[in-house]
């Protein structure tokens, strides 16, 4: 589960934080974010209009619209082999053991969050040649 109330608390404390910077200028304060923390930026800029700038990059916006798309790629089996390691996981946290992982984005038919056919673009563009893994 993402915090999300967390993760905005943590913009508020950033702005307000930067804004007491020596040398800072409190009217040329911006914010920037990229997929989950661009969906971020809206609620943001909207409770500090005093930002000089808010730039969201790609969105992640629309949670249950995003959610239905990326359902229409995912193969059948995947899906089931993503659920097992789920459940894998929420057991294993009962006993303590180190956390099962999934990939992020995958190949369509691979175990991950997201199998759209671009699905893995952005990591490859983000991490070429997969320098950290």
Partial sequence: ????????????????????????????????????SGGHVFPVAARNP?????????????????????A????????????GRALLDSLGQLVGPRPVLVPLAGEPGTVALLTTPDGVDGDRALNPGNAYP
């Fill in 1 to 36: 589960m993402v915090p999300i109330g967390e993760q905005l608390a943590d913009w508020q404390a950033a702005i307000a934080c930067a804004a007491t910077l020596p040398g800072v200028d409190p009217a040329r304060l911006a914010i920037w974010g990229f997929s989950l």
């Fill in 50 to 70: 005093r930002l000089a700038a808010a730039i969201a990059q790609t969105p992640f916006a629309d949670g249950p619209a995003a959610t239905r798309s990326a």
């Fill in 72 to 83: 229409g790629h995912q193969k059948p089996l995947a899906a089931l082999r993503t659920t």
